[in-house]
């Protein structure tokens, strides 16, 4: 009960965030993708295409109709998970809440889980969800020449999961303790390294490794920090 | 045991190599800064070596005429020497516009005037498949898959009437095999190595990629595809959906493929079309033999030669009147004893510059059983001519130095353990693993006695710094030793992570940390807080 009274209480602080990244991510990354689908595939593109001649072998190789709308889904993560980290974790800091939320009646992994759990749901329903649904609509043959392939939809979950890097990332750089010109930020920077080490993968196991590692060396910081600090 | 006292156990370690991380980059940042920093110092426009305008007597310009030509082979093993006249730079005329004068192999003139008149024709030869439009290489299978904020790219091969495309086959690198789909999405089937099917499980990979290229035939719009596996070679054709097996290397890599009138296109010049070819296939296997594929009539032949041929030069043609055999080769070519020392290349290299050297060219004729009979050769000597030798200047080179002393003796052991092929490799895979390499080559403080010095008077300041702050024993060694290994972003780690408060000790005036109760020199505890008048705990 109490871990439920949590997470609403986180949620609707989350609220506003979550629905400007949904705003923001459908509004743009829809206007781009039907943009893509009007301009359709370039004329250019096959031409070179006659008998008797060598192909240029650049011209087999094709973006998705979700090119554009990639950029804009990995930088709305990371903007929600940075906004969300700060919410959360720095928030209470600069307002000096801190000791009121965590003298309640509920524990401090309660809180902690309530906190994460907010966040996760937060990628998964403003960002995720309209993921999902400009995905499908890109993959209408009678709207797009050129169709994704299901690898791109496990990209773009990858990127919003990069938000949540994100937004780990910030939550140790709220927690530590440190000054702000030594140690404090070395979360934040952890972080940008784990998604610049992601992104330029080209297998998707070692992108899900590096993500896997990165997020378990960050959660495993937090923890301890949010549990075994003073407030 | 509960989570609290859990987490701490992986909260340690997680801390410490988030810390090191972060910090090997930023120092490997900085030394790069430094290093760059020095190099755009010193730049300076290096000026061309002004060579004394000699005038060349007619003897002369026609040695170096003989000297600049290229050598061409006719069909019944004679040799000419072919000389291009130098063009005006602003014409950029067409090759076939070129003029062109023709020698004979004692430097008599045969025939003088345009390439497109020539009455000679000459073999011509396989060539690599090379060029980013004409080949498309593993690494660019491996670029194109990256995920980048744009998404990866696909393989997709059209298979086209005139003007619209009717099929796409897009290639899955995960199957290793081609996914067909029609224009309103729907699937077709997979074309795989044994062919098409429209079973997923009765499609079989192609194997691992290496190289494709593709053109379209006479006859159609959508393109064939040569497709070099490892060990194989197919040829695929959309519109029709056949595979066919060109070579199978059975017991080593493939490691070079030459092309020579494979790929039915238009011919390139009028002369070509002339010469009765025969499409060859040569595939250079990585144990030295050379494997011809030929066509019209279909036939495979396998040429071994000598060891100490420079095997990437060797290229083959085929007639109907037989099979040639073109090499080239120099003096000045790196023997295969110093290619495994980078001093030994460099002192071979220092030893030759500067001075004559000769080359030279051999046509063989190879017999139904692949022996070679030399038909002709032609060597010559090329003058030595001197040429700016471009060295790093003093200061970028003593700046490089110094600042590599403060990078981490792990370079070094990861440069010798992995060695320069295995990075070699890496080179043509990922861009992440690429920049390591070539982070590991550039600021590698080369097994210098400086770094290590360095390292143990880093190992000094820990101590100094982390003795009146002692807690365990332990902790203090790991810290020496992770100092000593990862050097200045060891040093920069230990002090993220241990600087602490100290105090003066009451009792004997030294430095003393906060974390432990007694004083490590006279082992006094931590002095107790004074009472005072509204203190409610002590007074109760």
């Known amino acids: ?231 | 045991m509960n989570l609290k006292d859990n987490s701490t156990y992986i909260a340690g370690p997680t801390r410490i190599f988030t810390t090191v991380l972060v910090l090997l980059i930023a120092t490997a940042m900085l030394q790069g800064i430094i290093i760059s920093t020095a190099m755009l110092w010193e730049a300076r426009p290096i000026a061309p070596i002004k060579k004394p305008k000699k005038e060349l007597s007619e003897a002369e310009k026609h040695l170096e005429k003989i000297r600049n030509s290229g050598r061409q082979f006719l069909p019944d093993g004679t040799i000419h020497l072919v000389y291009t006249l130098p063009d005006i730079p602003t014409l950029k005329r067409a090759i076939d516009e070129r003029q062109k004068e023709i020698y004979d192999a004692n430097g008599s003139l045969l025939w003088s005037g345009l390439e497109k008149n020539r009455p000679y024709e000459y073999l011509s030869w396989g060539v690599m498949i090379h060029g980013y439009t004409e080949s498309f290489t593993d690494t660019r299978m491996k670029q194109i898959q990256m995920i980048t904020p744009e998404f990866s790219r696909s393989l997709e091969i059209p298979v086209r009437s005139r003007e619209k495309t009717e099929q796409v086959w897009r290639y899955d690198p995960g199957r290793q095999l081609f996914v067909g789909y029609r224009s309103d999405g729907s699937k077709i089937g997979y074309i795989g190595s044994t062919g098409f099917t429209d079973s997923k499980s009765r499609a079989k990979p192609f194997g691992r990629f290496k190289l494709f290229t593709a053109w379209c035939p006479q006859d159609s719009f959508s393109p064939t595809l040569l497709w070099q596996t490892s060990r194989r070679i197919y040829e695929i054709n959309f519109e029709k959906q056949q595979v066919q097996l060109i070579f199978e290397s059975a017991k080593s890599n493939i490691k070079q493929i030459n092309l020579h009138k494979w790929r039915a296109i238009r011919p390139e010049t009028p002369q070509d079309s002339k010469i009765p070819y025969r499409p060859l296939i040569k595939c250079l296997t990585e144990d030295g033999k050379h494997h011809l594929i030929m066509r019209n009539p279909d036939r495979k032949l396998t040429v071994t030669v000598d060891g100490d041929w420079w095997s990437e030069t060797i290229s083959f043609t085929a007639t109907t009147q037989g099979i040639y055999l073109f090499y080239r080769d120099t003096e000045r070519r790196l023997p295969s004893a110093f290619r495994k020392s980078p001093k030994l290349a460099l002192e071979w290299s220092r030893k030759v510059r500067g001075k004559p050297y000769k080359k030279w060219v051999e046509l063989y004729k190879v017999d139904n059983k692949a022996n070679l009979h030399l038909l002709n050769r032609c060597d010559w000597t090329v003058p030595a001519e001197p040429y700016p030798v471009v060295e790093a200047g003093p200061l970028w080179t003593k700046v490089r130095h110094y600042a590599c002393q403060f990078s981490s003796p792990l370079y070094d052991l990861a440069w010798y353990l992995l060695g320069r092929q295995f990075l070699f490799q890496l080179y043509r895979g990922n861009d992440f693993i690429r920049g390591f390499a070539e982070v590991t080559r550039e600021l590698r403080p080369g097994n210098s006695i400086l770094n290590w010095l360095l390292a143990l008077a880093m190992v000094g300041f820990a101590f100094w710094h982390g003795w009146p702050r002692k807690t365990s024993l332990g902790k203090l060694i790991f810290w020496f030793v992770f100092t000593l290994v990862f050097n200045l972003a060891g040093l920069l780690t230990y002090l993220a992570l241990n600087h602490t408060p100290i105090i003066k000790c009451p009792l004997c005036g030294k430095r003393r940390g906060l974390a432990q109760v007694n004083c490590i020199r006279c082992g006094a505890e931590l002095p107790a807080p004074e009472r005072g008048k509204l203190d409610l705990i002590l007074n109760t």
């Open chain 1, 1 to 231: 009960m109490r871990f439920l009274a949590l997470l609403r209480k986180e949620l609707r602080e989350s609220l506003p965030w979550m629905l400007l990244a949904a705003i923001i991510f459908l509004a743009i990354g829809g206007f781009v993708l039907r943009a893509q689908a009007y301009l359709g595939q370039p004329s250019w593109y096959y031409s070179g295409l006659s008998p008797g001649t060598v192909v240029d072998t650049y011209r087999l190789t094709h973006f998705s109709p979700l090119r554009m709308t990639g950029s804009w889904l990995l930088v709305t993560s990371i903007g929600l998970g940075l906004a969300l980290g700060v919410r959360h974790f720095w928030m209470p800091l600069f307002t000096r809440t801190w000791p009121f939320l965590i003298h309640r009646s509920a524990n401090r992994p309660t809180i902690l889980w309530a906190k994460l759990a907010a966040a996760i749901i937060s990628f998964i329903i403003p960002v995720g969800v309209v993921w999902v649904a400009l995905y499908r609509y890109s993959c209408r043959p009678e709207i797009f020449e050129t169709l994704p392939t299901k690898r791109v939809f496990i990209e773009g979950w990858l990127f919003i999961l990069l938000g949540l890097v994100a937004y780990l990332g910030t939550a140790l750089a709220g927690l530590s303790s440190a000054r702000w010109y030594t140690t404090k930020i070395l979360g934040l920077a952890f972080a940008t390294i784990v998604i610049c080490m992601t992104i330029f993968q080209w297998r998707l196991g070692w992108a899900f490794a590096v993500l896997v590692v990165g997020v378990v060396v960050l959660l495993s910081q937090i923890i301890d920090a949010f549990l075994n600090r003073e407030f």
